[in-house]
């Protein structure tokens, strides 16, 4: 049994579906400059038109009703709405898009939620430092509050930042997603902590300007996978197991959750290795200083992304060059047991979700849940009738259910990754994580539901019509 007011969602991000990326005055934002460059993307694809959502709304509004959704998450683009990054020039039709969407959501009694920033920082200012300046805080403050006061009387729960530990280390150690930035071992724990800096500034903000009369909730999205300790009587397994989560989960939650700052296991790995290989420095993982807002209790409920899980053991000692996987020390494995799907990283572990779910209870004093993302790939050629995925849906819709029941976690929410077929980032349109095929070779980009869609819609109505007679 499922809350009465469980939200039933689907979830995309605007760089992903929208396309129209010189539409109506739209400022070009990183990953528009990231995809021009060549060997980034798989084929070279890019997201200029992606599922053309800027111009085929409505047939998306049309797979969520077919859904059934009772939610629906979606990130505005900064540089679509702000074309320099600044308040200093609004673009017009960015806003009046962005307000159809969610007025026409609204009218379908569907309840959005909103992503402020899902990876596409206006170039603007990425020019001026992006994500390692200072001044950034500041900036992307004054888009959320730009985005309250524009879209807040109809928008009730907010996610600042999706994934940041993600968009961190891929966009500033391993340079495989936008900005493309390698600087190992210094500059993803900049960027980490000058978005929690901005994450927290914008949270204070909502709630003294704004809360009382738009009564929303805000949090951030953090991604994590379930780690387990390859040899679970192995204190070496079990200590690789701890680092690897608090370099995971606990770089971001354990901030916002439990002390306002870093998991003190992150910090120690981290300056031992500095220590081992002659850093001068100060500390590569920067502190928060207490002239700014408090980072803690700046989440009103968790936002959890998960994928997968992974078995871990203990690295073979520290490297020789300062970077994340050093500092972590931890190798993770894939249980042979555990089927993959498309992508091989992504093996399926319905369980490892519960698992999650249990931890994220017990850790960070039982807060309420909204599962944002959770999703099964497709590669190859197109599988409408996707029986592995169907399967996957109701595995994991079991577990999410027993994780309420069973294990007593406060989880109000559930977002499959993704309402369609979308640009996956540097896999470009190779990898489908959509419940609707998108037809990429067709000229109308035509939206076909997977049989999972279906299976979906099936469990949604199931879900909701056993309230509905309780």
């Known amino acids: ?25 739209k400022g070009p934002s990183i990953w528009d400059t990231f995809v021009q460059q ?39 683009s900064w540089a679509r709405l702000l074309p320099d990054g600044t308040t200093q020039h609004v673009n017009q039709k960015g806003v009046a898009y962005y307000n159809k969407v969610i007025n026409d959501l609204l009218a379908c009694n569907v309840s959005p939620m909103v992503t402020l ?28 509050q730009f985005c309250f006061q524009t879209f807040g009387d109809r928008v009730k729960l907010w996610i600042t930042i999706n994934e940041p530990q993600v968009c961190a280390k891929c966009g500033y150690e391993d340079g495989i997603h936008a900005p493309g930035l390698k600087e190992p071992g210094t500059a993803a724990y900049l960027v980490g902590h000058n978005m929690l800096r901005a994450h ?10 704004y809360r009382a009369e738009q009564r929303g909730a805000v949090s951030l999205a953090i991604n994590s996978d379930w780690f387990e300790p390859l040899r679970p009587g192995c204190n070496e397994d079990v200590a690789a197991t701890e680092r690897d989560l608090a370099f995971t989960l606990g770089w971001f939650a354990w901030p916002v959750f439990v002390t306002g700052d870093y998991p003190q296991i992150m910090r120690s790995a981290i300056d031992s290795q500095s220590q081992k290989l002659g850093y001068s420095g100060s500390s590569r993982l920067p502190s928060f200083s207490k002239d700014e807002p408090a980072i ?17 053991k203990a ?10 996987n050093s500092d972590r020390d931890a190798e993770e494995v894939l249980d042979p047991s555990w089927p993959i799907c498309g992508v091989s990283w992504l093996a399926v572990v319905p369980h490892g979700l519960r698992k999650l779910l249990k931890y994220i209870k017990d850790t960070f004093n039982n807060p309420a849940v909204y599962i944002t993302e959770n999703g099964f790939s497709q590669v190859g050629p197109r599988q409408i009738d996707d029986v592995q995925r169907c399967e996957f849906y109701s595995d994991t819709i079991m577990e999410v259910g027993k994780a309420i029941e069973e ?52 469990m949604i109505m199931k879900y909701k019509g056993r309230h509905d007679v309780k």
């Open 1 to 25: 049994m499922f809350p009465r007011d469980f939200a039933w969602g689907a979830a995309t991000s605007a760089y992903q579906i929208e396309g129209g990326w010189q539409a109506d005055g």
């Open 38 to 76: 060549k060997g980034r993307v798989f084929e070279e694809q890019n997201g200029n038109v992606a599922c053309n959502s800027y111009q085929l709304w409505e047939k998306d509004l049309e797979c969520i009703q077919q859904l059934g959704l009772t939610h629906y998450r979606l990130s505005v």
């Open 117 to 144: 920033y899902h990876w596409d920082l206006p170039q603007a200012l990425q020019d001026q430092g992006g994500w390692k300046s200072e001044s950034i805080v500041s900036l992307f403050d004054s888009y959320a």
């Open 200 to 209: 927290a500034k914008a949270w204070h903000s909502y709630d003294s300007l």
């Open 296 to 312: 803690f209790g700046t989440a009103d409920f968790f936002a959890l992304n998960y994928y997968t899980s992974r078995k871990v």
């Open 315 to 324: 690295g073979e000692g520290c490297g020789q060059m300062l970077c994340l």
């Open 407 to 458: 294990d007593g976690v406060n989880v109000r929410g559930y977002f499959a990754w993704s309402l369609l077929d979308n640009f996956e980032w540097a896999d470009g349109f190779s990898v489908r994580f959509g419940l609707f095929h998108v037809d990429f070779s067709d000229a109308k980009l035509s939206r076909t539901i997977y049989r999972s869609g279906l299976e979906y819609a099936k």
